[in-house]
C-alpha cells in the first residue's frame, strides 16, 4: 500500500534470486481498498461518522470475485476478501483512527497457475504503531522465448517455477505524521520442471539457479492521514 514518503536503506543477506518472477497481476487488488482508511472519511456514511464521534468505526467485510484474460496465463479466475476494521482510539482528542485491514487472494488459470496471498495493514493503539505483514506462493508453469527480440521460435521451451515470499514491517509514531522502524523480507525460488538437456535444465541461461533472497533494514515513512 501506498504511504506516501518513505526511505528505506538495508543489507542483502544471501544469494539474490536472479530471474525471479512474481506475477504482478494480482496486486491490484488490494490497492483501492487495503489503503487503511481514517474513520471519519468524507465518504463514510451517516453511521459511521457517528460512529467515530462515539469510538472507532465498525468493522466491514468486502467479498469481490476476480476474472481476467491474459497471454501468459489465458482466463484466469479466483476471489478476494478484504475486512476492515479500526484498532483502539485515536491518541489525542479530535484525531482519526486509520483504519486496520486483513486481505487474502486466491487465483487459478487455464493454464494450470496458482497463486494465493494474505496481507494485514494494522494501526494498533489507534494509530501510534504500525504493522504490515504479507505472504504469498505462486505456482507459475511460464514459458521461456529465447533471450534477444530475434530469438527463433525453436528456442520456446516450458518451466515452472515455484515462489514463496513473506515480508513484515514495524513503525512507531516517533513525531506528528512520522513513523520510524525495520523491515524485513524473505523469499524463495525453486525451479519444479523444466525441460530435460534445455538452456535452462543445462544452466546456459544467466539467473536461473534457485535462490533465497533475504533483506533487513530501518524505515522511516510519512503519513499525513491523521
Do not use: C
Not at 475486512?83 to 486509520?98: D, H, I, K, Q
Not at 504469498?136 to 508453469?141: I, L
Amino acid at each position: 500500500p501506498s504511504m506516501g514518503r518513505q526511505w528505506r536503506g538495508g543489507s542483502r543477506l544471501a544469494a539474490p534470486l536472479k530471474h525471479s518472477f512474481l506475477p504482478g497481476f494480482a496486486a491490484w487488488l488490494f490497492a483501492a481498498t487495503a489503503d487503511a482508511q481514517p474513520a471519519g472519511d468524507p465518504t463514510d456514511t451517516a453511521a459511521d461518522t457517528a460512529a467515530v464521534g462515539a469510538g472507532p468505526a465498525p468493522a466491514s467485510l468486502i467479498p469481490f470475485p476476480i476474472l481476467f484474460y491474459q497471454p501468459e496465463t489465458g482466463f484466469g479466475f479466483g476471489g478476494s476478501v478484504i475486512y476492515l476494521f479500526t484498532l483502539g482510539r485515536p491518541p489525542s482528542a479530535g484525531g482519526r483512527s486509520l483504519r486496520s485491514s486483513l486481505s487474502a487472494t486466491a487465483v487459478y488459470t487455464a493454464k494450470q497457475q496458482f497463486l494465493t496471498s494474505v496481507e494485514t495493514e494494522m494501526y494498533p493503539g489507534g494509530g501510534r504503531y504500525r504493522v504490515l505483514a504479507s505472504a504469498s506462493f505462486a505456482h507459475f508453469p511460464n514459458t521461456f522465448w529465447g533471450i534477444g527480440n530475434d530469438s527463433p521460435e525453436v528456442l520456446e521451451e516450458d518451466y515452472t517455477p515455484d515462489l514463496l515470499n513473506a515480508s513484515g514491517e514495524f513503525g512507531a509514531e516517533v513525531a506528528s505524521h512520522l513513523y520510524a522502524g525495520a523491515f524485513g523480507q524473505a523469499a524463495n525460488r525453486r525451479l519444479t520442471e523444466t525441460v530435460p538437456g534445455g538452456l535452462i535444465a543445462t544452466g546456459a541461461v544467466p539467473g536461473t539457479e534457485d535462490g533465497t533472497l533475504l533483506t533487513l533494514g530501518l524505515m522511516l515513512t510519512r503519513d499525513r492521514r491523521r
